[in-house]
Protein backbone atom coordinates (compact mmCIF):
# COMPACT_ATOMS: atom_id res chain seq x y z
CA UNK A 1 0.00 0.00 0.00
CA UNK A 2 1.28 3.36 -0.89
CA UNK A 3 0.83 5.05 2.87
CA UNK A 4 0.15 3.82 6.50
CA UNK A 5 -1.50 4.71 8.66
CA UNK A 6 -1.88 5.08 12.30
CA UNK A 7 -3.80 6.66 15.17
CA UNK A 8 -1.56 9.76 16.82
CA UNK A 9 -2.83 9.85 20.90
CA UNK A 10 -6.03 11.18 19.82
CA UNK A 11 -7.48 8.30 17.49
CA UNK A 12 -8.95 11.26 14.80
CA UNK A 13 -5.46 12.57 14.65
CA UNK A 14 -4.12 10.29 12.58
CA UNK A 15 0.28 9.88 11.59
CA UNK A 16 0.61 8.93 7.82
CA UNK A 17 3.52 7.42 6.15
CA UNK A 18 3.88 7.34 1.97
CA UNK A 19 5.79 4.29 1.16
CA UNK A 20 9.39 5.55 -0.40
CA UNK A 21 10.37 3.45 -3.69
CA UNK A 22 14.10 3.90 -3.99
CA UNK A 23 16.79 2.77 -5.84
CA UNK A 24 20.52 4.10 -6.21
CA UNK A 25 19.29 7.31 -7.65
CA UNK A 26 17.22 8.22 -4.71
CA UNK A 27 13.70 7.59 -4.17
CA UNK A 28 9.97 8.46 -5.20
CA UNK A 29 6.86 8.55 -2.95
CA UNK A 30 3.07 9.69 -3.23
CA UNK A 31 3.00 12.49 -0.82
CA UNK A 32 -1.43 12.62 -1.55
CA UNK A 33 -2.94 10.45 -3.71
CA UNK A 34 -7.00 11.08 -3.12
CA UNK A 35 -8.17 7.10 -2.64
CA UNK A 36 -5.29 5.70 -0.83
CA UNK A 37 -5.21 8.24 1.77
CA UNK A 38 -9.10 7.86 2.06
CA UNK A 39 -8.86 4.36 2.72
CA UNK A 40 -6.21 4.83 5.05
CA UNK A 41 -9.13 7.27 6.70
CA UNK A 42 -8.28 11.15 5.25
CA UNK A 43 -11.08 11.64 3.07
CA UNK A 44 -10.91 15.33 2.50
CA UNK A 45 -11.61 17.87 -0.42
CA UNK A 46 -8.38 20.05 -0.15
CA UNK A 47 -8.59 23.30 -1.82
CA UNK A 48 -5.57 25.17 -0.69
CA UNK A 49 -1.86 24.46 -0.38
CA UNK A 50 0.52 26.08 1.78
CA UNK A 51 4.17 26.43 2.21
CA UNK A 52 5.46 28.04 5.24
CA UNK A 53 9.26 28.66 6.01
CA UNK A 54 10.79 29.42 8.95
CA UNK A 55 14.70 30.27 9.44
CA UNK A 56 15.04 29.47 12.83
CA UNK A 57 14.86 26.68 15.45
CA UNK A 58 12.69 27.21 18.58
CA UNK A 59 10.04 29.33 16.21
CA UNK A 60 6.53 28.69 17.71
CA UNK A 61 3.57 28.63 15.24
CA UNK A 62 -0.05 28.41 16.10
CA UNK A 63 -2.29 27.12 17.85
CA UNK A 64 -4.18 28.29 14.84
CA UNK A 65 -7.64 26.77 14.36
CA UNK A 66 -10.84 28.31 11.78
CA UNK A 67 -14.29 28.49 12.98
CA UNK A 68 -17.28 26.93 11.29
CA UNK A 69 -18.48 27.78 8.56
CA UNK A 70 -14.78 27.66 7.49
CA UNK A 71 -13.53 24.95 9.38
CA UNK A 72 -10.04 23.32 8.11
CA UNK A 73 -8.79 19.71 7.82
CA UNK A 74 -5.02 19.79 7.26
CA UNK A 75 -2.83 17.74 6.17
CA UNK A 76 1.04 18.33 7.15
CA UNK A 77 4.13 17.55 6.26
CA UNK A 78 7.74 18.78 6.24
CA UNK A 79 10.22 18.44 3.35
CA UNK A 80 13.37 20.48 4.71
CA UNK A 81 13.95 20.73 8.73
CA UNK A 82 11.88 19.03 11.30
CA UNK A 83 9.03 20.17 13.61
CA UNK A 84 7.34 19.25 16.26
CA UNK A 85 3.91 18.87 15.33
CA UNK A 86 0.51 19.58 17.77
CA UNK A 87 -2.80 19.21 17.26
CA UNK A 88 -4.83 19.92 20.23
CA UNK A 89 -8.89 18.98 20.36
CA UNK A 90 -10.96 21.81 21.29
CA UNK A 91 -14.15 19.92 20.84
CA UNK A 92 -16.44 20.12 23.53
CA UNK A 93 -18.08 16.98 24.77
CA UNK A 94 -15.11 14.90 23.24
CA UNK A 95 -13.51 12.24 25.22
CA UNK A 96 -10.46 13.72 24.28
CA UNK A 97 -11.25 17.54 24.83
CA UNK A 98 -8.63 19.36 25.51
CA UNK A 99 -5.85 16.43 25.49
CA UNK A 100 -3.29 16.90 22.62
CA UNK A 101 -1.15 14.55 19.91
CA UNK A 102 2.25 15.55 18.80
CA UNK A 103 4.29 14.25 16.64
CA UNK A 104 7.65 14.60 15.33
CA UNK A 105 7.43 15.29 11.34
CA UNK A 106 11.22 16.02 9.56
CA UNK A 107 12.30 15.53 6.08
CA UNK A 108 14.45 12.60 6.60
CA UNK A 109 11.30 10.58 8.68
CA UNK A 110 8.16 12.03 5.42
CA UNK A 111 6.29 11.38 7.97
CA UNK A 112 2.45 13.64 7.89
CA UNK A 113 -0.07 14.33 9.98
CA UNK A 114 -3.79 14.23 9.55
CA UNK A 115 -5.34 17.24 11.79
CA UNK A 116 -9.33 17.13 11.17
CA UNK A 117 -11.66 19.91 11.64
CA UNK A 118 -11.79 21.30 15.61
CA UNK A 119 -8.93 21.00 16.47
CA UNK A 120 -6.09 24.21 16.73
CA UNK A 121 -3.09 23.22 15.12
CA UNK A 122 0.97 24.34 15.65
CA UNK A 123 4.11 23.29 15.62
CA UNK A 124 7.91 24.37 16.99
CA UNK A 125 10.65 24.25 14.69
CA UNK A 126 13.55 21.85 15.31
CA UNK A 127 15.98 22.91 13.15
CA UNK A 128 16.83 26.25 11.37
CA UNK A 129 15.59 26.54 7.30
CA UNK A 130 12.59 24.36 7.86
CA UNK A 131 9.75 24.15 5.21
CA UNK A 132 6.58 23.25 6.05
CA UNK A 133 4.12 22.13 3.31
CA UNK A 134 -0.15 21.96 4.67
CA UNK A 135 -2.91 20.87 2.19
CA UNK A 136 -6.08 22.93 3.83
CA UNK A 137 -10.04 21.33 3.42
CA UNK A 138 -11.27 24.50 3.64
CA UNK A 139 -9.97 28.04 1.92
CA UNK A 140 -8.13 30.57 4.15
CA UNK A 141 -10.84 32.97 5.90
CA UNK A 142 -9.27 35.83 7.93
CA UNK A 143 -12.75 36.14 9.89
CA UNK A 144 -12.53 33.31 11.22
CA UNK A 145 -9.38 32.37 12.04
CA UNK A 146 -8.88 31.67 15.98
CA UNK A 147 -6.07 30.47 18.26
CA UNK A 148 -5.21 28.68 21.76
CA UNK A 149 -2.68 29.90 23.60
CA UNK A 150 0.62 27.64 22.82
CA UNK A 151 1.59 27.20 26.81
CA UNK A 152 -1.84 27.06 28.25
CA UNK A 153 -0.74 24.67 31.36
CA UNK A 154 -3.88 23.00 31.27
CA UNK A 155 -3.32 21.35 28.13
CA UNK A 156 0.20 20.88 29.26
CA UNK A 157 2.31 20.71 25.41
CA UNK A 158 5.55 19.06 26.07
CA UNK A 159 7.14 20.76 22.91
CA UNK A 160 10.92 19.21 24.12
CA UNK A 161 12.53 22.69 24.24
CA UNK A 162 12.64 25.06 27.21
CA UNK A 163 9.78 27.07 26.49
CA UNK A 164 12.01 30.46 27.67
CA UNK A 165 13.88 29.63 24.48
CA UNK A 166 10.68 29.71 22.11
CA UNK A 167 10.01 32.79 19.82
CA UNK A 168 6.40 33.15 18.94
CA UNK A 169 4.63 36.16 17.59
CA UNK A 170 2.50 38.59 19.18
CA UNK A 171 -0.66 37.54 17.63
CA UNK A 172 0.02 34.07 18.40
CA UNK A 173 1.04 34.98 22.27
CA UNK A 174 -2.12 36.96 22.97
CA UNK A 175 -4.54 33.42 22.37
CA UNK A 176 -6.94 32.68 24.81
CA UNK A 177 -6.33 29.62 27.15
CA UNK A 178 -8.96 26.28 26.47
CA UNK A 179 -10.95 27.55 29.79
CA UNK A 180 -11.41 30.73 27.86
CA UNK A 181 -12.35 29.54 24.63
CA UNK A 182 -15.72 29.79 23.63
CA UNK A 183 -17.50 26.76 22.03
CA UNK A 184 -16.98 26.54 18.84
CA UNK A 185 -16.57 22.86 17.81
CA UNK A 186 -18.83 20.07 19.40
CA UNK A 187 -19.14 16.24 19.45
CA UNK A 188 -22.81 15.24 19.85
CA UNK A 189 -22.98 11.24 21.27
Not at 115 to 130: I, K, M, N, Q, S
Request: hydrophobic share 45%.
Amino acid sequence: MPVTARPATIADVLVLEPALFGDDRGWFAETWNRSDWAAAGVDADFVQDNHAFTANAGVLRGLHFQIPPHAQGKLVRVVRGAVIDVAVDIRAGSATFGRHAAVELSASNQKQIWVPPGFAHGYLTREPDTHVLYKCSGHYAPEAERGLAWNDPDVNIDWGVDVAAVTVNERDAEFPRLSELPVYFEVRS
